[in-house]
T-cell receptor
């Protein structure tokens, strides 16, 4: 079975400081992992994905995530937060057939000026 | 490349009325998904299509919800009759194997 746990429902950072959004997964198969961002009243946008290639994945808008099998984690990071990063972020796992996706409950990122 | 298209973007209806949502996936994406997203929550899968076949509809409330994907491209999700608890954002997504899912902007349904 597959599942995702996003460890923080809300994260607040100051503009210009690092961002860390935590995600742990459970998967019976070699997982594929994704991070999506959802701005208010907008659809979900794919930030980055891990599909068994390099364990450090770079995405759009300066975000990156590292797949750590030993820790079953796929945390999302960004060196310096921008006001426009304020949104909700979802960690998603899929099984090896890529056709079924399991969403975490989301982390709302607040960026303070 | 055009993204996933959904219409309408917003819909307000009275309870017990029918409503339909339309989705056009990214060209070539054979897998299509309908999700419901309640306020403050993550998306919940309603139904997944592989081409024109519904391969996972276990979470679709079949007494009032129906969906179709004729010719394996566009899809329609219908609710009849709508209830107050159906107010949510209905998201359509499509995917092609390892590419991940690509989402449309969603339809925000308000049932009064």
């Amino acid at each position: 079975a597959q599942s995702v746990t996003q460890l923080d429902s809300h994260v607040s950072v100051s503009e210009g400081t690092p961002v860390l959004l935590r995600c742990n997964y459970s998967s019976s198969y070699s997982p594929s992992l994704f991070w999506y961002v959802q701005h208010p009243n907008k659809g979900l946008q794919l930030l980055l994905k891990y599909t068994s290639a390099a364990t450090l994945v770079k995405g759009i808008n300066g975000f990156e995530a590292e797949f750590k099998k030993s820790e079953t984690s796929f945390h999302l990071t960004k060196p310096s937060a921008h006001m426009s990063d304020a949104a909700e972020y979802f960690c998603v796992v899929s099984a090896n057939n890529f056709n079924k996706f399991y969403f975490g409950s989301g982390t709302k990122l607040n960026v303070k000026p | 490349e055009a993204g996933v298209v959904q219409s309408p973007r917003y819909k307000i209806i009275e309870k017990k009325q029918p409503v339909a949502f339309w989705c056009n996936p990214i060209s070539g994406h054979n897998t299509l998904y309908w999700y419901r997203q309640n306020l403050g929550q993550g998306p919940e899968l309603l139904i997944r299509y592989e081409n024109e076949e519904a391969v996972d509809d276990s979470q679709l409330p079949k007494d009032r919800f129906s969906a179709e994907r004729l010719k394996g491209v566009d899809s329609t999700l219908k609710i009849q009759p709508a209830e107050l608890g159906d107010s949510a954002v209905y998201l359509c997504a499509s995917s092609l194997q390892a590419s991940g899912q690509y989402f449309g902007p969603g339809t925000r349904l308000t049932v009064t």
